[in-house]
């Protein structure tokens, strides 16, 4: 008889999943070394290595191959029951799940604000992650609803436009660009851009948009945070593109300003998604629902 624990488990199947040991203490919300003792205690109890390291990547042994289809499988039945008792439990009480990307971040909290009151027995696991990272939960289904800007067209999904997110143009408030009206959106050729990092949906959307229309679009610098792109607009680094969900209750947003480029505001829309045939809780519809009545109150200002 092997003595093994759902935490052991649990990590297991997340650096399997991952194929990373820090990537695995990140999502976990643990140090490296945690993680390490996990898997070292984990292989001690079933007495055969369960990852090989090849330089600095990781790969399964025949025998973490066989743990992590178990795990996979003990996971979702354990789900499924969890699920159920959820249900048998009603609305009033459960957990949900939601990954969303880093730009739901103002506004996200405060919807769920007044979800929780209305629920106050529901707890909320909120993951927020970038569009890349969302895809791999997403495709994994570790969470009962996914909210993002650029629904992914290779998996199988259902998808929910539920708010406007529109794309502004952001420039220090001094730009010369700040006064002109109508700008040609060619004009933004000759401009540095402060971009979001790969894996970003502002980015993929904002490519996609230059591409279409054939426009050169010169990156001076990255940074993965909507707030440190502000600040370097607001520093005189360049121009940025950016959600308009970002300049809500902003206090630096004197200090830079949203340029009148045509073709702009780009219209898109927040989606929430699931997979195409997942059964969702009581807890997730009942968010669903609250999504399709209260959203409007967050419709962007214009
Ligand atoms: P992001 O996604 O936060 O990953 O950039 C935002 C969006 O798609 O609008």
């Not at 991952?18 to 109890?45: C, D, G, N, Y």
């Not at 025949?62 to 009603?90: H, M």
């Not at 929910?160 to 700008?183: D, G, Q, S, T, Y």
Request: net charge positive.
């Amino acid at each position: 008889m092997m003595y093994v624990s759902l935490r052991q488990l649990r990590t297991f199947e997340t650096v399997a999943r991952l194929k990373s040991f820090s990537r695995a203490a990140e999502e976990m919300h643990v140090t490296q070394p945690t993680v390490s003792k996990q898997i070292r205690l984990l292989q001690e109890e079933i007495g055969l290595p369960l990852f090989d390291q090849i330089g600095k990547k990781i790969f399964l042994t025949e025998a973490g191959e066989r743990l992590y289809v178990a795990c996979v499988d003990w996971f979702e039945t354990w789900g499924r029951f969890e699920q159920t008792i959820a249900d048998l439990k009603g609305i009033k009480q459960g957990r949900l799940r939601i990954a969303a990307v880093t730009t739901t971040q103002y506004f996200m909290p405060r919807l769920l604000g007044p979800f929780c009151a209305q629920y106050p027995g529901i707890d909320i696991a909120l993951e927020v992650v970038n569009r890349d990272r969302l895809l791999e939960r997403l495709a994994h289904n570790q969470d009962d609803l996914y909210v993002m800007g650029v629904p992914p067209d290779e998996l199988d999904i259902e998808r929910e436009p539920f708010m406007e997110n529109p794309l502004v143009v952001l420039a220090p408030a001094a730009h010369p660009m700040a006064r002109r009206k109508r700008i040609p959106y060619a004009d933004l050729a000759n401009e540095p851009f402060v971009m979001r990092e790969r894996g970003s949906g502002t980015r993929l959307a904002v490519e996609r948009v230059f591409q279409e229309w054939n426009v050169p679009l010169k990156i001076k610098m990255e940074l993965g945070s909507n707030e440190a792109i502000k600040q370097a607009v607001a520093g005189g680094l360049g121009l940025a593109i950016l959600s308009q969900s970002t300049l809500r209750l902003d206090p630096s947003q004197n200090e830079v300003t949203v340029l009148n480029v045509r073709g702009f505001p780009i219209k898109r829309y927040w989606y929430v998604v699931r997979p195409r045939d997942k059964r969702l809780s009581i807890v997730a519809n009942a968010f669903l629902d609250f999504l399709r009545t209260h959203v409007q109150l967050l419709a962007p200002r214009r």
